[in-house]
């Protein structure tokens, strides 16, 4: 990769590695559909993953108490301590695993933090595996950085679950990490102890992005950390505690690693905002009883839509496991999922992510996000059945 030639992107040359940085679909079909709003049209939002409901009470009052209490400084490049003890303290509770806090990098949400897991671990021209499907910014952070991304296709008959049969045939000296997301945005896949073990026996570091843990339909969830210690975990509080705009996230990375990912923090992001990670630590001691019952309506969403999209005729062959998103499969209806989505929500009034946002291997299909409430949920079916009978 010659990251000094310029390449052209969206019409304009841009020199270096920021030319192969893509748009984010999920963001522009959401752009398009306020200007559409702002003349009056009525649409349903199903495109990105917004939990619905407000950040709860006990969060927004400790960010409150701490500005009044004037937290408002610079904090440890890392975190404050006391967020460090109680991000470990969750993980070695909830997971069963042992970490201390001097492996916690507390980030201005978890994208900070994906950075700083795949600098830390690549160099110019070395390679991470991850599935396609994959979330649309991996590979653009990937390739940002001067490294590669290697994809490995994964099923719809399997559920989108990336196996480690099929990781273990692309392995090669290139290879220094393996990129894994359960549950997974856009597929829903989760991995269970059989996948997680199996990638962690490979042999290359494992970059696990957990940060829908807590919304997962079949077993508990688990941790890469469970498995293997030569990991890098991303995790946040924007889906699980329903913080999406407040941009708080965390890496554990093994100790080997975490000062030069603090010498990285130091210098491109400084420290998270100081009273954002007080609110971070009113989140961590929400009972496990409150965050059950939020995320439980999620399964009745689920559970209607999948039933819904199969009697449209574009249901996935299996139902999701976990976070909080459906691939429809259109394929009978169109090969270009960017351009169909423009028109599903043009002539539908219903914003969904196109599939070719995340990766070759999810074109033909749409995500619908089922984050929203049932009456979006119902209503977003209501116009896509009306929708596809008359195409």
Known sequence: MNIKRPVTFDGMDIPGRIGLVKPFLAMEILEKAQQLEATGRSIVHMEVGEPGGETPAAIKDAAVEAIRNNDTGYTHSLGKPE?????????????????????????SGSSPAMLLAFSALLDHGDRIIMADPYYACYPNFVNYIGAEPLTVPVREEDAFRLQPGEVKKRLDPSVKGILVNSPANPTGAVLGERELKGLAELGPYIVSDEVYHGINYTERDRSI?????????????????????????????PLTLVRNIQKLQQNLFICACAFIQAAGLAALRESPSVLEKRFGSYNERRLYLYNALQEIGIAPAKPPDGAFYMMANVKAYTGDSYAFAIRVLEEAGVAVTPGIDFGPGAEGYIRLSYACSMETVTEAVRRLGHFFKNL
């Open 83 to 107: 967020l460090r003890e109680a991000i470990a303290d969750y993980y070695n509770r909830t997971y069963r695993v042992s970490i201390v806090p001097e492996q916690v990098i507390v980030t």
């Open 225 to 253: 950390l469970e498995f293997t210690d030569r990991a890098l975990v991303i995790n946040g509080f924007s889906k699980r505690n329903i913080m999406t705009g407040w941009r708080l996230g965390y890496l554990i990375a």
